[in-house]
């Protein structure tokens, strides 16, 4: 069985930077097609990137450009790189290993202006 683990999260003025880090255990990250998603108080949980098990990435229109997802197969871990962050990036992040319908238990991103 698959258990994901965020970190990385904390609060960052606007235009600064964060680097989550989503670690997985159970079953190698590779072989998993995974994703970032973001949710605040009130509203549904929104997709942010994903990173397939071929390493082929996309982004949300919201994020493009600034946001970087990638993943370290050696350490079994996906990260999601944050720059140029503005204040509605602000939300708890959660990881998904979407192929097997498995969530981490978030990590809260607050951006303040």
């Known amino acids: 069985q698959v258990q994901l683990v965020e970190s990385g999260g904390g609060l960052v003025q606007a235009g600064g ?3 989550l880090s ?3 255990s159970g079953r190698p990250i590779s072989i998993l097609n995974m994703a970032w998603y973001r949710q605040t ?3 549904q949980r929104d ?3 994903s990173i397939g098990s071929g390493g082929t990435t996309t982004y949300a229109d919201s994020v493009k450009g600034r946001f970087t997802v990638s ?3 050696t ?6 790189q944050m720059n140029s ?3 509605e990036d602000t939300a708890v992040y959660y990881c998904k290993a979407t192929n097997l319908g498995v969530w981490g238990q978030g ?3 607050t951006v303040s202006s």
Do not use: H, I
């Open 75 to 80: 350490k079994n871990t996906m990260y999601l």
């Open 22 to 24: 989503c670690a997985a």
């Open 85 to 87: 962050l503005k204040p």
């Open 71 to 73: 993943r370290d197969n």
């Open 17 to 19: 930077s964060l680097r």
């Open 41 to 43: 108080p009130g509203k």
């Open 107 to 109: 990590t809260q991103v």
């Open 47 to 49: 997709w942010v990137a």
